[in-house]
Nanobody, 114 residues
Framework: VQLQASGGGLVQAGGFLRLSCAAS????????MGWYRQGPGEQRALVAT???????NYADSVKGRFTISRDNAQNTVYLHMNSLKPEDTAVYYC?????????WGQGTLVTVSS
């Protein structure tokens, strides 16, 4: 599975961005998709995941501000990010767990200025 992430950029604190991750195959049967991020000097960490059934999971730091969704018709998973904070600055990676294998996109940079 190849993943193409997009939507990153520079935004002011309090702003909004939507990240997209397009998969190279149908996502109808993909068990779990999601987003991770890696900030400067930090390890890659979970942001949000969504299962095939639509069950979502979020890191505590983004609950109430970020929403993950998937569009099976477009083979795409989205991350809607509201009320962005400078500490959200990171490279965001989309992720797919399919047939017992992890697949990663190339990352998209989100920079939040104060």
């Amino acid at each position: 599975v190849q993943l193409q992430a997009s939507g990153g950029g520079l935004v002011q604190a309090g702003g909004f961005l939507r990240l997209s991750c397009a998969a190279s195959r149908s996502i109808n049967t993909i068990a779990r998709m999601g987003w991770y991020r890696q900030g400067p000097g930090e390890q890659r960490a979970l942001v949000a995941t969504i299962t095939k059934a639509g069950t979502t999971n979020y890191a505590d730091s983004v609950k109430g501000r970020f929403t993950i969704s998937r569009d099976n018709a477009q083979n795409t998973v989205y991350l809607h990010m509201n009320s962005l904070k400078p500490e959200d600055t990171a490279v965001y990676y989309c992720y797919v767990f399919y047939l017992y294998t992890d697949y990663w996109g190339q990352g998209t940079l989100v920079t939040v200025s104060s």
